[in-house]
């Protein structure tokens, strides 16, 4: 196990035979790292993290929201799940579109699944409302 990776983050206590890790493996972070929630992590290895921001509007002087979403490297040693908050850091280029790994699981966000259960109604409320109205239609005619 290396000492150090040059970040003070607590070292994970599983260890993993990943040579993409940067704990276990000979990986290199540098440049920024960013705090983000674990929304997707399906893929082998890998993990979706999304935070939000704000932009700012000059013409308007009103800020927007907006979010990011990364591709991530997920070690066998940190695996995050989906509602985890993550540290994340960029390395070198590990895929096409992995940049970053995750070098922390700093926990579960608080009401991540309600959160998500209420977008998944959303939607299912909007797909069923367009088939209403040309039911509707249909019997109008």
């Keep these: ?12 206590k599983d260890r993993c035979t990943d040579r993409k890790c940067p704990f276990h493996g000979n990986l290199a972070l540098r440049g920024r790292s960013f705090v983000g929630t674990v929304v997707s992590d399906k893929m082998h290895n890998t993990a979706i993290v999304e935070w939000n921001r704000r932009h700012l509007l000059t013409k308007y002087e009103r800020y927007e929201k907006r979010k990011t979403r990364l591709k991530v490297h997920n070690p066998e040693c940190i695996n995050a799940k989906e509602g985890d908050i993550v540290k994340i850091m960029e390395c070198r280029p590990l895929s096409k579109t992995k940049n970053f ?6 926990g579960k966000e608080k009401g991540y699944r309600e959160r998500m259960e209420a977008a998944e109604q959303s939607r299912i ?7 209403e109205e040309a039911e509707g239609q249909e019997a109008g005619n």
């Design 1 to 12: 196990m290396k000492k150090s990776i040059g970040v003070d983050v607590n070292q994970p």
């Design 125 to 131: 409320k909007r797909a069923v409302k367009p088939a």
């Design 101 to 106: 790994t995750i070098i922390e699981n700093m």
